[in-house]
Nanobody, 129 residues
Framework: EVQLVESGGGLVQPGGSLTLSCAAS????????MSWVRQAPGKGLEWVSN????????TYADSVKGRFIISRDNTKDTLYLQMNSLKPEDTAVYYC??????????????????????RGQGTQVTVSS
């Protein structure tokens, strides 16, 4: 059974930083690209970032490019999201999700391939003074 457990959220002031973690189990983590997605209050799911199976390639939504860094440790089956220069509009529940199928590390990282139904319970990030 696929299990994804997010942690690391909290309350942070604008301009601050936070690092999220996602512990994965129940599937071959190192074979799958992974993603972070978020859902702000009253809004739908928004894709944030993708990372290839070996971690060598990453993509970001324009809204977080240059501020967020996605990474992974395949020896620990763990995904990370380092969030810097946080803004109030980053307030949301953050989820990690796997791709729908394993993928070679050199193939394009298409947000349409994210399995949104695989996401965990999420971790709340609130950016406020």
């Amino acid at each position: 059974e696929v299990q994804l457990v997010e942690s690391g959220g909290g309350l942070v002031q604008p301009g601050g930083s936070l690092t999220l973690s996602c512990a994965a189990s129940g599937f071959a983590f190192s074979s799958y690209p992974m993603s972070w997605v978020r859902q702000a209050p009253g809004k739908g799911l928004e894709w944030v970032s993708n990372i290839s199976s070996f971690g060598g390639r990453t993509t970001y939504a324009d809204s977080v490019k240059g501020r967020f860094i996605i990474s992974r440790d395949n020896t620990k089956d763990t995904l990370y999201l380092q969030m810097n220069s946080l803004k109030p509009e980053d307030t949301a529940v953050y989820y990690c999700a796997k791709f729908k199928r394993p993928q070679s590390p050199w193939l394009p990282l298409n947000p349409a391939d994210v399995d949104f139904n695989s996401r965990g319970q999420g971790t709340q990030v609130t950016v406020s003074s």
